[in-house]
């Protein structure tokens, strides 16, 4: 037995939030005084109005001559709902023996319609708003105590239910499968319990429901923490990823500088021409190795860290869900050479060896003009292209892509020295469900800025999705 009532206790401190430290208070004080200032206001109006009409049909029994007691007695019950939110407890607990009071002096007042809601809307809030659980439970229970104890002293006075019942003196007589009296007092129970349970069980859920809005709100913060968290991350990991293709970039240079100028050494006495377009080489080099380290650098100090899809083939945002976040393939470091755009097709291959059916095109303007695109320009695109096949296998419902590889050096489109560009296509659609991080463009975006390119991402009018990176090859791409 008393196992069982240890575990009625816990159930019922559990539904009540005893154990929980989490307290209820209003987002903005100042529209919430006001709120209720406004609604006790509109129940003063309400229940002076009540006592009028009780008035007009002889229902206030001894004070029916009296104006001004009945209108305090209902200020006084009134006014306090201005504190109900900022107090719940108390203001609970005083119109409670506000009841009590009148019930015993003016029963009519207190069972007017409008002071009715008032004693509801007390007791709802005491429970929903109680900042102290535990406090809150005693003080439910003595007011309920107080008011069955109230409606049972009234049943027991010898007279009660007999001049409720009575018709010129005389009690009804039974007519239902109730006598009169079982009937009255049944009635009232119910009505009593019905009242005061819903206003428990009302306040109680509108706590509770708080309680879960309260909670969703900080798992969102917490969400929303961890993907700022994730993005910083994200543009940390892409940024090494650059800082490495300039360690690249700098050492490819250096090494060609190096070669020509000791070429241009061994021969200044010898052969002028083969000296100076040495000498040329070393210049262009540097060249650059200036302009690409300047807008590798100038890619490292941005600070611009939003977010949109990246390049895929099928999800809204076109992400692709690498571990790390990033929305770019993670490369494996490795003392291998770094792809070149001429690696594209071999990639192509790859892709399909995983299951995807792809084909790659190369359209060049003269033989050989793929292989001739600068290293560091090559492995932007072929890392695009890398990007946009793999979205293509995760979030896309495409069982097929097409890979177009450009090089045109006519000056046209803009590029005073023609372009290089990878194209992907494909014909699918977003795979529901596969969304990824949201960063799959911040790859993209920082090599068009190193390089000064030009992109079209996004869903195709015919269908599918289009992968488009163009960039501007430099003078000596020839």
Do not use: K
């Amino acid at each position: 037995m008393d196992g069982r009532w240890t575990a009625l206790v816990a159930r019922v401190q559990t539904y009540f939030g005893v154990d929980t430290d989490w307290e209820r208070v209003p987002a903005d004080r100042a529209h919430v005084r006001r709120v209720d200032a406004w609604l006790a206001l509109a129940f003063l109006v309400t229940g002076s109005l009540g006592v009028e009409l009780l008035r007009s049909i002889d229902a206030l029994g001894s004070f029916q001559d009296s104006w001004l007691w009945p209108h305090l007695v209902v200020l006084a019950g009134t006014v306090p709902l201005v504190w109900r939110r900022r107090w719940p407890l108390a203001v609970a607990a005083g119109l409670s023996l506000h009841f009590f009071g009148v019930g015993i002096v003016m029963p009519g007042v207190a069972a007017s319609v409008p002071m009715q809601v008032v004693y509801f809307v007390a007791i709802f809030t005491g429970v929903a708003w109680a900042r102290d659980r535990r406090l809150m439970i005693g003080v439910v229970v003595g007011i309920v105590l107080l008011m069955f104890g109230w409606l049972t002293w009234q049943f027991a006075v010898g007279s009660g239910i007999e001049q409720a019942l009575s018709h010129d003196g005389r009690m009804p007589e039974r007519q239902g499968l109730f006598g009169p009296a079982t009937a009255y007092v049944v009635y009232s129970l119910l009505i009593n319990a019905f009242y005061f349970g819903g206003a428990i069980v009302g306040g109680q859920a509108a706590w509770r429901s708080a309680l879960r809005r309260d909670r969703m709100a900080d798992q969102a913060r917490t969400i929303e923490t961890q993907a700022t968290s994730l993005r910083r991350q994200a543009v940390v990991e892409e940024r090494l990823r650059i800082a490495r293709e300039l360690h690249d970039v700098v050492a490819h240079h250096i090494s060609v500088i190096g070669i020509q100028a000791a070429a241009a050494r061994r021969v200044l006495r010898r052969d002028a021409d083969a000296a100076e377009g040495a000498l040329r080489s070393v210049e262009t080099s540097s060249r650059d190795a200036v302009a690409q380290m300047r807008g590798l650098l100038g890619t490292l100090r941005t600070d611009d860290t939003e977010s949109s899809g990246g390049p895929s083939g099928g999800p809204s945002d076109g992400s692709s869900d690498d571990p790390a976040g990033s929305g770019s393939v993670p490369q494996p470091r490795s003392r291998a050479p770094e792809p070149v755009l001429a690696d594209v097709p071999a990639l192509a291959e790859e892709a399909a060896a995983h299951g995807l059916d792809v084909r790659c095109h190369v359209v060049e303007d003269s033989v050989g003009a793929v292989t001739s695109v600068p290293a560091p320009l090559g492995l932007s695109l072929y890392r695009t292209a890398q990007e946009a096949l793999a979205n293509v296998r995760r979030h896309s419902t495409a069982s097929s892509a097409t890979v177009f590889v450009r090089v045109d050096r006519r000056p046209e489109h803009g590029f005073a020295h023609g372009y290089a560009e990878v194209e992907v296509l494909d014909t699918g659609r977003p795979r529901s469900g596969t969304s990824g991080t949201g960063l799959g463009l911040l790859g993209v975006r920082e090599r068009l800025a190193t390089h000064g390119g030009v992109s079209e991402i996004g869903p195709r009018v015919t269908g599918g999705y289009r992968v488009r990176v163009r960039m501007p090859l430099p003078e000596d791409a020839s």
